[in-house]
Structure formats: structure tokens, C-alpha cells
């Protein structure tokens, strides 16, 4: 129910959405402080208007513009899912300069390459975290806080008009060459994120003003360094004048009390928090939400049909990546939805799909092929990621035969939706993260007693894969300690969730005549290991860690 609002495209960049947002809905909330996350934070909880949010980042935006900052700069921010986040932001994007999430978990070596890779000239940053930012910049990096006085730029911005294709944001994620790539996301990717949701209708529809007088209400527990919460949840509130609760992480204990205390329409899911959920004692917190539907991915095909019926509202599967934004989002936000059955629902008319077999032919509907999509437009990239960061090799495989090559196995059902399969890359995914089997292997081939080592996923009930290590030590005999001791050295060098949850150490590894890692091997023979009284569960020991 479109009221007062343009649609998100019609703006040239995301400040401009959200100061024509705070114009119309000045004292409706943007950001509610939940009291969990108020405590996790040391902050303030209560609701923050748009327009307390559009004054601070005005604020800011002289601040930044009287400093020297604009086109062609980057700026780190390293705030969690804190308010100062779009402050921040949103002061940047009105000049043109591109942020660079960081996720917090990273440790110094993964520090070191996002700050050298991205180029970024500042980081606004936690004050516990300037040491480890500064330790990581060899050549030096400018290091605030958030309420600091902005330094002045250290090198002058470019000229240019702000609009639809300028930098907004650099977004990193896992690949299989082991570094993480960087996806340059355009005003027009942030836009299009919100028009979507603000169109797409079904079980998903939400409205500048529901019936009972109020703005939609969002709840999510997902990182502000990931699209889903950047793009889609955010923008997705801006379209309509809606609410976000963004927790600091997902407590399952009290998630329906977090749900209740936001008045949540919408949630906001990864398919490990049903899996939790569910394995709680049913009570009267199970249906005293007001919540209208989830949207996710990856919930257990046998959970998805007892979730929906404990719960009372259903979970709308969807796919995307952070490639494609919503440009190619496909939801199974429409009936059928095939419940159980890894269903994402069947394309729009704006998106064209197709699934390639290994030699290229097309795959037959019910049988399996990659999946291929691009925009049905007259620009096929449009709501895209604009390239890869210094690497126009990788964005031009990616986009070979001009259709984007996603990686996932699919299936193609006879009513025309998908079911998805599998991942073709070696990418292991754990509670939402992306993990690349290779930067983990790079990384532990540094520890001083391990010969060589393979990397790979191994299904968990739970948090979806757990990354699985073969090991070949030089001479150290394999035993628990060995494998503890090899994760407090992942711990040192990786964040928490890229750590082996289990280690069996082995004589040799499956390799090619070249020397490669036989992965389709060392797949069959860690499904064989992960049983064996000889291989070491080191789970426990994969804890965040705090400074």
C-alpha cells in the first residue's frame, strides 16, 4: 500500500531514498534498540526516528565533505549492527564514497588483505578493534571511532556526478581461489534491493502503512557486513518507511521474546535458526508474534512443514547471491511453494534462468544443471554487482556467454519452479557463512608441524556443513591435542567459524597427477572419516572471540 513514497529507483542513490523517506515519515522509527541488544552493545535501547538518523548523518556529511571525501575513496566500517553503521553510511553515500564492511571476526591476515585489497583511506571502527586495524596496515591506515572528529582525506577525491552507477559499497565475499573477492555494489544494486521487496507481493507483500495504522516492523539477527541485511532488510524498510530490529547476533533462548518486544511483521532467517528453534520445548511464546512471514534460505527440508505449523506463519524460501542482489532474486513467495522440499520458487518475468550441464547443453526439467541467470531487460546486469575488485579475469568467467554462472546445482521442476541441490563450488557454508575450503588450507599450511592438508564440509545437523580437515602432519604423531592445538592456531590467524570442527590426520591426501586436491574424492572419503573412532571433534573449541 504505496502512500506517500516513490519507488527506490527513481532516486539516484541510497541517501536520497532515505532523506526522501525522513521527509515523509520524520518521527516514524527506523532502527528499534532492542534491551539484549542494547546490553551486548553498551547502548541506549528504544526506537531511533528517521529523522534523528537523517540529522546525524547530515551532520556527518558536512563533516566528511569539509575533510576532503568523495568519489573514488573508501571508507571501512567496523561497527557491528550498531546505529552509527547508517549514520556513517548514509553521510558517505550522499558524497559518492564507497563504505567496506568489515566483518568483526576477521583476524589480522584477513584484515590485512581487505585493507590492501579494497584501498580503503579510513576505518571507523569499535575502539577495541584500532590496534588489531592498525597492526594489519603495514603502510599505515587512518583509524576512528565513530564519534571522532573526521581526519582530513589523504589523497583528493575524484569529480563526478552522484548516481545509479556510483560505487556504494564493496562487499566481500568467500571464492574458491581462497581469496575473498570483492563485489562492487552500485547505488542501482541498493535500489533495486529495495524495489523489489517493495513489489515483489505474495506471502512476501508489505506496506508503507498496514491496516492497523503503523509501518511494517523487520526483525533480522544478520550481519550488517552481508547483502541480506545491508541491501535487502535496509533497503526493504527505506521503500516503505518500515522499522528494523538488527540483534547484535541469534540468541535462539530468547528470539520469540526479542520477536514479541520488536512487534515484528517480518523476519529475517538463516537456515539454521528453525533448526534451533525447533529443538526448544513448545510454549506460549510460540505464536504470541504478530508475525506475518520469514524469509530465508536454507531451512531443513523436514523441519520447514513442523515450523510453519508450531509457528503459524510460513518461511519463504529464496535464492541470491551477493552477485546478483535482488537483480536476480528468485522467491517462493507465490503458490505452490512446495514446502520441504528445498523449493526457492519460480522466476519473475524479470529474470531469465537457464541450467548448463557440465559440457554445456542444457538440462532437461527434472534433472540437474547449474544454474544461470541474467536480467530479461535490455540490461542483463542490471541490479548486479557491478565487477570483481582487480580481478576482470574472475567477473568475466563469471559472466561467460553473457549469462551470470552462479555455481549452485539446481533442478528445474515440471511447473516451472526450482529445487536446489547443491553448491558446485567448494564453498563450505556454515551458519550463513561462506567459508572457501582454500583460504582455510593456506592459511594452516603456515602451522610449523603440518606437511599438507585438505579442507572440506561435513553435513551438521545444525549449523549446516562443518568444516572437516585431513591432515599430514611431519612427523608429530596425530592425537587431540595435536588437532586442539591446530585450532588455537586457526583461532590466531582466522576467524572463529573458518576453525576445523574435526581433524583426522591421514598418511597421504587424494591427488591429481598435477598435485591437486581431488575434491570429489576427499568429499566420499570425509563422509567415510567423520564416523571413525580416530577422527578428532574439536567443535567445542570453535568460540568467538572477544577483545
Known amino acids: 500500500m504505496s502512500i506517500l513514497l516513490s519507488p527506490p529507483l527513481e532516486y539516484s542513490n541510497v541517501s536520497a531514498l532515505f532523506k526522501a523517506t525522513a521527509k515523509a515519515y520524520a518521527k516514524r522509527p527506523f532502527l528499534n534498540i532492542l534491551f539484549e541488544t542494547a546490553k551486548a552493545y553498551n547502548i541506549p535501547s528504544g526506537e531511533i526516528s528517521y529523522g534523528s538518523i537523517q540529522t546525524a548523518a547530515s551532520i556527518l556529511y558536512k563533516a566528511y565533505k569539509h575533510a576532503g571525501y568523495g568519489h573514488g575513496h573508501r571508507v571501512g566500517i567496523l561497527l557491528e549492527n550498531r546505529p552509527e553503521f547508517f549514520e556513517h553510511w548514509l553521510a558517505l553515500n550522499a558524497l559518492g564514497v564507497s563504505i567496506v564492511p568489515i566483518n568483526p571476526e576477521l583476524r589480522t591476515a584477513e584484515l590485512e588483505y581487505l585493507i590492501s585489497h579494497s584501498e580503503m583511506i579510513l576505518a571507523v571502527a569499535l575502539p577495541n578493534r584500532h590496534d588489531d586495524l592498525n597492526k594489519a596496515a603495514p603502510d599505515g591506515l587512518v583509524v576512528i571511532s565513530a564519534n571522532d572528529t573526521i581526519p582530513m582525506a589523504i589523497h583528493t577525491a575524484r569529480t563526478g556526478k552522484i548516481s545509479h552507477n556510483t560505487e556504494a559499497a564493496l562487499l566481500y565475499t568467500s571464492g574458491t581461489t581462497g581469496l575473498p573477492k570483492g563485489c562492487v555494489l552500485t547505488n542501482a544494486y541498493f535500489l533495486n534491493c529495495g524495489q523489489w521487496y517493495r513489489d515483489v507481493g505474495g506471502y512476501c507483500e508489505i506496506f508503507e502503512t498496514r491496516p492497523n495504522g503503523e509501518g511494517e516492523r523487520m526483525i533480522t539477527p544478520l550481519p550488517l557486513f552481508h547483502m541480506n541485511a545491508l ?42 535458526m528453525p533448526a534451533m528453534l525447533m529443538g526448544a520445548q513448545p510454549s506460549a511464546e510460540d505464536t504470541a508474534h504478530c508475525v506475518r512471514f520469514g524469509f ?252
Not at 541491501?231 to 538488527?246: P, T
Not at 526457492?344 to 538440462?363: H, N, W
Not at 556454515?430 to 599450511?445: F, M, Q, T, Y
Not at 608429530?476 to 591446530?486: K, L, N, T, V
Open 231 to 272: 541491501a535487502c532488510s535496509s533497503l526493504g524498510m527505506m521503500a516503505v518507511g518500515g522499522c528494523v530490529s538488527f540483534l547484535d547476533r541469534f540468541h535462539p533462548r530468547s528470539w520469540w521474546a526479542s520477536v514479541a518486544q520488536s512487534e515484528a511483521s517480518i523476519i529475517h532467517y538463516l537456515g539454521v
Open 296 to 547: 530465508g534460505a536454507g531451512v531443513d527440508r523436514a523441519l520447514h512443514a513442523p515450523f510453519e505449523k508450531r509457528y503459524g506463519f510460513p518461511l519463504i524460501e529464496a535464492w541470491a547471491m551477493s552477485e546478483t542482489g535482488d537483480g536476480a532474486v528468485i522467491a517462493a513467495s507465490e503458490d505452490p511453494r512446495h514446502v520441504g522440499t528445498n523449493c526457492f520458487g519460480t522466476p519473475s518475468k524479470d529474470i531469465e534462468v537457464k541450467l548448463v550441464t557440465d559440457d554445456g547443453q542444457t538440462a532437461p526439467i527434472g534433472t540437474h544443471g547449474e544454474l544461470l541467470v541474467r536480467g530479461a531487460g535490455e540490461d542483463p546486469k542490471f541490479g548486479f554487482f557491478d565487477r570483481y575488485l582487480k580481478n576482470p579475469q574472475a567477473t568475466a568467467e563469471a559472466w561467460e556467454g553473457g549469462w551470470f554462472h552462479t555455481g549452485d546445482i539446481a533442478c528445474e521442476n515440471q511447473d516451472g519452479s526450482f529445487t536446489f541441490i547443491d553448491r558446485k563450488k567448494n564453498v563450505i557454508r556454515r551458519s550463513g557463512e561462506n567459508i572457501a575450503a582454500v583460504e582455510v588450507e593456506n592459511a594452516l599450511l603456515q602451522h610449523e608441524e603440518i606437511e599438507a592438508i585438505a579442507i572440506a564440509a561435513t553435513p551438521d545437523s545444525v549449523r549446516g556443513d562443518e568444516v572437516f580437515a585431513l591432515v599430514v602432519s611431519k612427523g608429530r604423531a596425530g592425537s587431540q591435542a595435536f588437532a586442539e592445538d591446530i585450532v588455537r592456531y586457526s583461532l590466531s590467524h582466522l576467524a572463529y567459524y573458518k576453525a576445523p570442527g574435526y581433524i583426522a590426520f591421514v598418511d597421504s591426501l587424494p591427488l591429481t597427477s598435477t598435485n591437486k586436491i581431488k575434491r570429489g574424492d576427499l568429499k566420499a572419503l570425509v563422509a567415510t572419516l567423520v564416523t571413525s573412532k580416530d577422527t578428532h571433534n574439536v567443535c567445542k573449541l570453535k568460540k568467538r572471540t572477544t577483545k
